[in-house]
């Protein structure tokens, strides 16, 4: 049996890098949800929370319309960059990161709000920035909820398909991520490579979701 | 000095009642007391001087600074109002070592010096030994210092103090009040002290406010206040005076005396300006203030009978509690004297008594 074992490889790595941008914007979005009174608050937070409610083909279109050749968001990075962003890998990470995305803002909202306000008070008091209070006080009393996030946002990436095929397509060797190359095994009639990659996929994901599951659970008073 | 005068409007939400804060107040240097029931607005108003929480209205004046005017559209940020505050849980960032703690309070200031003043406080409060350790290896004297050191390290223009003494043992209580009367001494910090307990503010007020449903009942030294408290309210919260029922049934300015009549009983009290015949009002005694003795014949003047109900031995003296709720302390040579008594009259002092 001969595996191509270049889209788990690619998995990998698009998860990795869309963890760390969505946990990125993330955490910003959470900020802002969990400690600032602005106008349109609750649209921001509706809308953040939407892509886990949309059929993920939706999402993609939205992708696709935005980002695509002819938009001005996709000329500027074909500007930037030299060359398109749909249908590259790089767009597998936009899919991945906006399939995680609200998970982040979901969890690390909850996580900031259940840090006590007395300490993030007490920082205040003594003098802190804002910026200082959440880098040094709200995030590290925090750490081990996000820390999860972090993983379960990984876990997430990982398994995205219907934004990744609609944005990134089925490149092989390009943009088959393990996700997509598994429909593909399973449409081309081969077994072997799909059970394979299923088998490999759900011990990373199960050992994942270990990893975050003991995050949460010693959770020190 | 501060000048506090505020309001702030809580409307009823289903879990609570509405709520409504209105105090004014001035202090200064020295420590002022903020005393009341849980639920009065104490916390609440050193939440406003901290910029926790903003007033509706009024003006919160630290020396020469506004920290909060409602009219001119000024509220200080916390970050800006140098006010030393210490929580009543200490609110020590627990994934920090005593040392960073107390280095966090101080980030702006150049590092040599920040160290110095860190080693300086640490030494002054007594923390060598543990200030490589995190709030939760501490102990509760030990937290409690490091708290008051973190809230003075910034050398703040005022100190806050949120009910300190709260879940201390009685020796630790007594170390937090001699070292704040250190502190009062060493840093000149004016503070403005949270608190239920009476003692506390006897131990350590020079100015006390009372306060009771978001507002300021009484203020003046703790000894003023007990000694005339301005009404039944006040004597109430203090919770140190037998308060009777009386009905004042005569009132003679020339001989500044009266009579007011208690069930069945009369006493002679002093004249009491601003009350009429006739009215009804709440006699306050303090308990120390009445003496017993053992019933002879018919009661004399200014005695009257009562039933012993209840004896309750203290450290420094005997409560003996009596039929219609009157109190007496007593030193325990005097009850040993006087503790077969059969039956006992309660004598009221003419002088000392104060009608509400």
Known sequence: MQIDWFPLWLSLRVAGIATLLSLLLGLWLAYLLANRKFRGKEILNSSVTLPLVLPPTVLGYYLLVLLGRESPLGQLYEWVFGTPLVFTWQAAVVAAMLHATPLVVISARAALESVDHCYERAARNLGASEWRVFWRVSLPLARRSILAVMVLAFARSLGDFGITIMIAGNIPNRTQTVAVAIYDAVEAGNGDVARMLVLVISVLAVSILYVANRLLARQPA | ?356
């Open chain 2, 1 to 356: 000095m501060i000048h506090v005068r505020i309001r702030k409007q809580f409307p009823p939400r289903p879990d609570a009642a509405a709520f409504s804060l209105d105090v004014e107040f001035k202090a200064s240097c020295g420590v002022t007391v903020l005393f009341g029931p849980s639920g009065a607005g104490k916390t609440l108003t050193l939440d406003c001087i901290a910029g926790f929480t903003a007033p509706d209205a009024g003006r919160i004046m630290l020396d020469d600074e506004i920290l909060f005017d409602a009219q001119a559209g000024v509220c200080l940020p916390p970050q800006a109002r140098r006010c030393g505050y210490v929580f009543q849980n200490y609110a020590l960032f627990p994934h920090m070592t005593l040392r960073q703690n107390l280095a966090f309070a101080i980030q702006r200031k150049p590092r040599l010096e920040r160290h110095r003043r860190v080693n300086e406080m640490i030494e002054r409060f007594r923390l060598t030994d543990v200030a490589g350790r995190k709030p939760h290896e501490l102990s509760g004297g030990q937290k409690q210092r490091c708290s008051i050191a973190r809230a003075l390290i910034g050398s703040p223009r005022l100190l806050l103090l949120d009910e300190p003494a709260r879940g201390l043992d009685a020796p630790l209580r007594a170390e937090l009040y001699e070292l704040l009367r250190q502190v009062q001494a060493e840093f000149q910090t004016p503070i403005l002290l949270v608190t239920h307990d009476l003692d506390e503010s006897f131990e350590l007020g020079e100015e006390m406010l009372i306060m009771r449903s978001g507002r300021v009942v009484q203020s003046g030294s703790p000894k003023a206040i007990a000694d005339r408290p301005a009404s039944v309210e006040v004597a109430r919260l203090l919770g140190i005076f037998n308060l009777l029922p009386v009905e004042i049934v005569q009132l003679n300015p020339q001989e500044n005396s009266s009579r007011l009549r208690l069930g069945e009983f009369d006493l002679t009290g002093p004249y009491f300006p601003g009350h009429m015949l006739g009215d009804r009002v709440w006699l306050c005694v303090r308990p120390d203030a009445l003496t017993v003795s053992a019933r002879d014949g018919s009661p004399g003047a200014n005695q009257i009978p009562a039933q012993l109900q209840r004896v309750v031995e203290m450290p420094h003296s005997v409560r003996l509690e009596f039929s219609g709720g009157i109190r007496v302390e007593v030193p325990p040579s005097q009850f040993e004297a006087q503790k077969h008594n059969r039956e006992w009259v309660i004598s009221f002092p003419q002088e000392g008594l104060r009608v509400l």
